[in-house]
């Protein structure tokens, strides 16, 4: 999978790529640069159980504008 497409999965979750590299244990700089190359099978499952967590704990990006307002 390419790394446009992790970004836009990320995207489509309702969550920010920081948010994905901080559960990652990643700096988001340094999952910025990660994303400039294709991912294998392994990493994208990494991604996707990550945002599967912050989708869980209420993460959203939708849910952070809420709780600004």
């Not at 988001?28 to 967590?53: G, M, Q, T, W, Y």
Request: aromatic share 4%.
């Amino acid at each position: 999978m390419s790394g446009q497409e992790v970004k836009a999965l990320i995207l489509s979750s309702g969550l920010r790529c920081w948010q994905v590299a901080e559960e990652l244990g990643m700096l988001d700089s340094n999952f910025s640069r990660r994303l400039r190359k294709p991912f294998d099978e392994h990493a994208v499952e990494k991604v996707k159980a990550a945002i599967e967590k912050l989708k869980a704990a209420g993460a959203t990006t939708t849910n952070r504008k809420e709780e600004i307002q």
